[in-house]
């Protein structure tokens, strides 16, 4: 029995697919199966049947999935604080980041870090930022760059690096692009694009709509900025979007209201730290500080 077949069998829960977690552990199919196969001979149990191209999970495979996870985590806790006991900074960390930050915000920082680490193996994880949060605070992710949630959870510990204002957005030709002197009233009577409801995002929008006892008109929800900011573009409706996403696409529409949402990093104090993760943490706060 070794930790990689453990790893194979979490990564097929969560893909549901042998394909996928080969993919996501850059090994072939067979050597997934193979993994699997070795676990079920293990425990003497059959965990994951066949289902059209894909695999169904057995209750025996749902039943191991929480102490396989609990156990990897207890491992990773024992792997850090080993590191941590070391000045060597190296191992394996996995961090998470919201598309917009991972593309517009963190290259130039992570290029860095690996430059100055080379024996760190980077771990990253596109994820939503509700999600990110998430993972953090159940010990999935060491440490994640994220839109900052409107309240936070007192377990984990913020830190805010960098500002983003919001701004209502329409394309060129929208009638709303129009008009001066907009207030959020003007708005309703027109379309949205906004995020969809649960995200930190759309949260702070919404919010000073109801300071209004106003509800917007939502056609679409969508998830990722460049999306939004396409649809946007070609008529479909107004928007929020972060100012570093508004190109000669879209027109910011005049309208007095100042939104922000901060950007940064989330990690959870209470768990052990690997000298990977604080050398990250450190830089970052470096970084912020001079810039």
Same mark, same amino acid.
């Given at each position: 029995?070794?930790?990689?077949a453990?790893?194979a069998?979490?990564?097929v829960?969560?893909?549901g697919?042998?394909?996928?977690?080969?993919?996501l552990?850059?090994i072939?199919?067979?050597?997934v199966?193979?993994r699997i196969?070795?676990?079920?001979?293990y425990?003497g149990?059959?965990l994951?049947?066949?289902?059209?191209?894909g695999v169904?999970?057995?209750?025996?495979a749902?039943?191991l999935?929480?102490?396989v996870?609990n156990?990897?985590?207890?491992?990773?806790?024992i792997?850090?604080?080993?590191?941590?006991?070391?000045?060597q900074?190296?191992?394996?960390?996995? &961090?998470?980041t919201s598309h917009h +930050? %991972? $593309?517009?915000?963190l290259p130039?920082h992570?290029?860095?870090?690996? *430059?100055?680490?080379?024996?760190?193996?980077l771990?990253?994880?596109?994820?939503d930022s509700?999600?990110?949060?998430?993972?953090?605070?159940?010990?999935d992710?060491?440490l994640a760059?994220l839109t900052l949630?409107p309240?936070?959870?007192?377990?984990?510990k913020y830190?805010?690096?960098?500002?983003?204002?919001?701004?209502?957005?329409?394309?060129?030709f929208?009638?709303?692009?129009?008009?001066?002197?907009?207030?959020?009233?003007?708005?309703?009577?027109?379309p949205?694009?906004?995020?969809?409801?649960?995200?930190?995002?759309?949260?702070?929008?919404?919010?000073?709509?109801?300071k209004?006892?106003?509800?917007?008109?939502v056609?679409m929800?969508?998830n990722?900025l460049?999306? &939004?900011?396409?649809l946007?573009? +070609? %008529? $479909?409706?107004w928007s929020?979007?972060?100012?570093?996403?508004?190109? *000669?696409?879209?027109?910011?529409?005049d309208i007095?209201?100042h939104?922000?949402r901060?950007?940064?990093?989330?990690?959870h104090?209470g768990?052990?730290?690997?000298r990977?993760?604080?050398s990250?943490?450190e830089?970052?706060?470096?970084?912020t500080?001079t810039?």
């Amino acid at each position: 029995m070794n930790l990689a077949a453990f790893e194979a069998f979490v990564k097929v829960m969560e893909t549901g697919s042998i394909s996928m977690a080969a993919e996501l552990l850059f090994i072939t199919q067979p050597a997934v199966t193979k993994r699997i196969h070795t676990l079920e001979d293990y425990f003497g149990v059959k965990l994951f049947e066949s289902a059209g191209r894909g695999v169904q999970a057995t209750h025996a495979a749902h039943s191991l999935l929480p102490k396989v996870k609990n156990w990897l985590n207890d491992l990773g806790d024992i792997h850090h604080t080993l590191s941590h006991e070391h000045d060597q900074v190296r191992g394996k960390l996995k &961090i998470g980041t919201s598309h917009h +930050i %991972g $593309l517009h915000h963190l290259p130039k920082h992570l290029r860095n870090y690996v *430059q100055q680490y080379t024996e760190v193996v980077l771990d990253v994880h596109f994820v939503d930022s509700e999600q990110a949060h998430e993972k953090v605070l159940a010990g999935d992710l060491e440490l994640a760059f994220l839109t900052l949630p409107p309240l936070g959870d007192e377990r984990l510990k913020y830190v805010t690096i960098w500002e983003d204002p919001l701004v209502f957005v329409a394309a060129p030709f929208h009638p709303l692009a129009q008009q001066k002197n907009l207030n959020l009233e003007d708005l309703m009577a027109y379309p949205s694009l906004l995020p969809a409801a649960q995200t930190y995002t759309s949260q702070i929008t919404l919010a000073e709509f109801e300071k209004k006892g106003l509800k917007p008109k939502v056609t679409m929800s969508n998830n990722p900025l460049e999306s &939004i900011r396409m649809l946007a573009s +070609i %008529g $479909l409706g107004w928007s929020v979007l972060p100012k570093t996403l508004v190109n *000669q696409e879209l027109y910011q529409l005049d309208i007095d209201l100042h939104m922000n949402r901060q950007l940064g990093m989330v990690w959870h104090p209470g768990r052990t730290q690997s000298r990977a993760v604080l050398s990250l943490i450190e830089s970052m706060l470096e970084n912020t500080t001079t810039s």
